[in-house]
């Protein structure tokens, strides 16, 4: 990396090398200043915890009103999605995800979900070598959510790539992005065949969302949208915990004995999974106004600002011996789930998937080991694995 002025880098934070593993180009960017121009993608970027939050927590200043999108296909495209409007539209939005997503909302979910897991992880275990992203980490996701929509059995596997493709496409413009956005577009054309063939399950989110659009209260393209939405969001965060979590405990067993030894410990160890491994990278917001950020830098008004939860999350500044793993730290101010009018609105839900999973290992599993090299899914926005093999005893 050559640094051209103190509060300035030509990293390319969208490289594969730095996909592979940002952590040493986080650090560096900490370290220069509270706010860092890159020149490559003509961005800004935030890095540090307290900045990251703050901006997080003013969306007056830090709007996601003109996309969270680092290219104008991408944010025109998906203009009236949830995640790039402000209030008050987003928050009259947002009500049909937390309604559905509340805590109550899930309780009858929530037996099942741990059901699912323990014959899932049974299965494994009489297996014993496995691979933890395509037979572990997608299951609970892609059957909890496809059953929560109401989606019928065919065609559930053919959605994850697709959903993939999203975050990829919401990416700077460059051969990546481009490459994810045909999968977008089938992603989009096979939600609106759903909705046409009007084969959603009532009662699910999904026949809410045809309901809602058979009222006048939204159009066609707002259901699919919503579906979208829905779909995208809860598929690769949650598979990327669950991978994520098991790469940790097989490179620090001394960790899972611990876990082993109070299962108490889960919630805690899963805050640490995401704060360490933060499945959603980066996301943007463009200023609406001037933003002193101290010690002289100041980012201009309209300017795009790219913010790190996965940086922030392992600032120096916030969590002592921040790159350590450490299942008792219990960081429940993280910011992986984000933080503000755009926190994580399925995190309830994403907890009682991670949560049985780690239940219904811990009660099965001695050890956790690789038996060959983990394969990265480099993606822009995402960080996880494609394979990732394991044996448990
Ligand atoms: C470990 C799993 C997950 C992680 C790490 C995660 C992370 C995030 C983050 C960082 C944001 C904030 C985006 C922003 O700041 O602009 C977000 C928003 C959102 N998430 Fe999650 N998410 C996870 C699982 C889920 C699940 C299971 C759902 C269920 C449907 C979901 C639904 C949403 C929705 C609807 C939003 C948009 C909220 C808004 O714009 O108001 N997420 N998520």
Not at 78 to 98: C, G, H, V
């Amino acid at each position: 990396m050559t640094i051209a002025t103190p509060l300035s880098s030509d990293v390319d934070l969208f490289s594969d090398e730095t996909l592979a593993d940002p952590y040493p180009q986080y650090k560096a960017l900490r370290d220069l200043g509270p706010a860092v121009h890159l020149s490559r993608h003509g961005l800004w970027f935030i890095s540090r915890y307290d900045q990251v939050r703050s901006a997080l927590g003013d969306w007056e200043t830090f709007s996601s009103g003109q996309g969270i999108g680092l290219n104008p296909g991408f944010n025109e495209a998906w203009a009236s999605a949830l995640i790039n409007m402000d209030p008050p539209a987003q928050t009259e939005q947002r009500k049909l995800f937390t309604d559905r997503l509340s805590p109550r909302a899930l309780r009858p979910v929530a037996e099942s979900i741990d059901q699912r897991a323990e014959e899932l992880v049974d299965d494994l275990v009489a297996r014993r070598t496995f691979d933890a992203v395509t037979d572990l980490a997608q299951d609970l996701p892609v059957h909890v959510i496809m059953d929560l929509i109401g989606w019928p059995q065919e065609g559930r596997d053919q959605l994850l790539d697709m959903a993939a493709g999203w975050f990829d496409s919401s990416g700077p413009v460059c051969p990546r992005t481009a490459a994810a956005v045909p999968k977008v577009e089938a992603l989009m054309g096979f939600l609106a065949e759903v909705v046409t063939k009007e084969n959603l399950v009532p009662g699910g989110f999904g026949w809410t969302m045809i309901e809602a659009h058979k009222a006048g209260r939204i159009p066609v393209e707002g259901a699919i949208g919503l579906l979208a939405g829905y779909v995208v969001a809860a598929f690769d965060t949650t598979i990327s915990a669950i991978s994520s979590g098991m790469w940790l405990f097989a490179r620090h067993p001394e960790q899972w004995d611990l876990l082993r030894a109070d299962p108490s410990l889960v919630p805690s160890a899963f805050n640490e999974i995401v704060r360490v491994e933060s499945p959603i990278q980066v996301f943007s917001r463009v200023t609406t106004r001037d933003v002193d950020l101290g010690e002289g830098v100041v980012i201009p008004s309209g300017a795009r600002v790219l913010h790190s939860y996965g940086a922030a999350n392992r600032d120096e500044r916030h969590f002592p011996d921040p790159d350590r793993f450490d299942v008792t730290r219990n960081p429940v101010d993280h910011l992986a789930f984000g933080y503000g009018n755009h926190g994580c609105a399925g995190q309830g839900l994403a907890r009682l998937e991670v949560h049985a999973v780690l239940k219904a290992l811990t009660a099965r599993v001695q050890r956790i080991e690789l038996t060959g090299e983990p394969v990265r899914a480099l993606n822009n926005i995402t960080r996880g694995f494609r394979t990732l093999p394991v044996r448990v005893s």
